[in-house]
């Protein structure tokens, strides 16, 4: 009964479990905690190097909002030039076996859904936009 009250309760615009699920699962938080398991500690420069196609803003973005989640632990050291380093928490290291298992389901299902998408596609082509007929 109770599994089936946080089920309904997902639904819900403000639900709690909802909010945490769309703050890990977008696509620069997943490729920044799977970076930051490759390399314990990284610097920022080293993260964008990392995953090239994110930008500075979105990095710092992502970075952020892990750190205000308990995901990722920002350290600053006070030095000149500024050093700052980047790790898992304890509870983003939690959350690696989640997102190791759907990185997995992924490979093992990637052919299959890249195939489905061609013919999807061949199929979309065939009938969209619909033949104009004139009369």
């Given at each position: 009964?109770?599994?089936d009250k946080q089920k309904d309760e997902i639904?819900?615009?403000?639900?709690?479990?909802?909010?945490?699920?769309?703050?890990?699962?977008?696509?620069?938080?997943?490729?920044?905690?799977?970076?930051?398991?490759?390399?314990?500690?990284?610097?920022?420069?080293?993260?964008?190097?990392?995953?090239?196609d994110i930008s500075q803003k979105m990095l710092?973005?992502?970075?952020?909002?892990?750190?205000?989640?308990?995901?990722?632990?920002?350290?600053?050291?006070?030095?000149?030039?500024?050093?700052?380093?980047?790790?898992?928490?304890?509870?983003?290291?939690?959350?690696?076996?989640?997102?190791?298992?759907?990185?997995?389901?992924?490979?093992?299902?990637?052919?299959?859904?890249?195939?489905?998408?061609?013919?999807?596609?061949?199929?979309?082509?065939?009938?969209?936009?619909?033949?104009?007929?004139?009369?």
């Amino acid at each position: 009964m109770e599994a089936d009250k946080q089920k309904d309760e997902i639904f819900v615009r403000d639900c709690p479990i909802r909010n945490i699920l769309s703050r890990i699962s977008d696509k620069w938080s997943i490729l920044v905690i799977f970076t930051l398991e490759q390399t314990a500690v990284m610097r920022f420069g080293e993260l964008q190097r990392a995953i090239p196609d994110i930008s500075q803003k979105m990095l710092t973005v992502t970075l952020r909002t892990l750190e205000q989640d308990g995901i990722v632990n920002r350290r600053a050291y006070a030095q000149i030039p500024p050093k700052v380093e980047y790790s898992l928490t304890s509870r983003g290291q939690s959350l690696l076996p989640r997102l190791n298992a759907l990185i997995d389901w992924a490979k093992e299902q990637m052919d299959a859904i890249m195939e489905d998408r061609a013919r999807s596609g061949q199929k979309a082509s065939a009938t969209y936009p619909p033949e104009r007929q004139d009369e």
